[in-house]
């Protein structure tokens, strides 16, 4: 098993945007959205519509769980294909209004989009706060190193050493 930090996990969550949200229908069906995030102090962020399917869902149960894919190349011979290396974890998602996002991470989600009510509602912030350990897959690891999946895998506790800043 890989030697990781929740430091080095929050890293590589800081360094891609994307990640895959998996949550709870009202009627108990399993639902996951894809979504771009940004991170700060110890939470991810991504916005929404109010009335979006997934806002609705977490209205319901904030209880989530998030997969980030952590892509992964070969240098030079870029047509290899390599799996992504992922971070896994369980979560509770928080709503906000998006005039109530932190001000670094409304720059980086909000800036340039219309936030009058439409159609779909107003704009709202989304933050997940890590509940259970990050299970890892790959992270800390060179590509080839991937190879050996009982060394690719780490676990790190995710509620220590949340990160600050917009990553």
Do not use: C, Q
């Not at 700060?40 to 149960?61: C, I, P, S, Y």
């Amino acid at each position: 098993m890989v030697d990781l930090t929740a430091a080095d996990v929050w890293k590589a969550i800081g360094a891609t945007n994307f990640m895959v949200l998996g949550m709870v229908s009202a009627r108990g069906e399993a639902r996951t959205a894809g979504v771009m995030h940004v991170v700060d102090d110890g939470r991810l962020w991504f916005t929404t519509n109010e009335r979006e399917w997934k806002a609705r869902h977490l209205a319901v149960n904030p209880g989530v769980s998030v997969t980030v894919p952590i892509p992964r190349r070969v240098p030079f011979v870029p047509w290899i294909k390599v799996p992504a290396a992922t971070v896994t974890f369980a979560g509770r998602a928080e709503i906000v209004p998006a005039s109530a996002l932190p001000a670094p991470v409304h720059d980086a989600l909000v800036h340039g989009l219309e936030l009058s009510d439409g159609e779909r509602g107003a704009l709202i912030g989304v933050g997940v706060l890590p509940t259970s350990d990050f299970v890892t897959y790959g992270v800390g690891v060179s590509t080839l190193g991937m190879r050996d999946t009982e060394f690719a895998r780490g676990r790190v506790d995710a509620t220590v050493g949340s990160p600050v800043g917009v990553g």
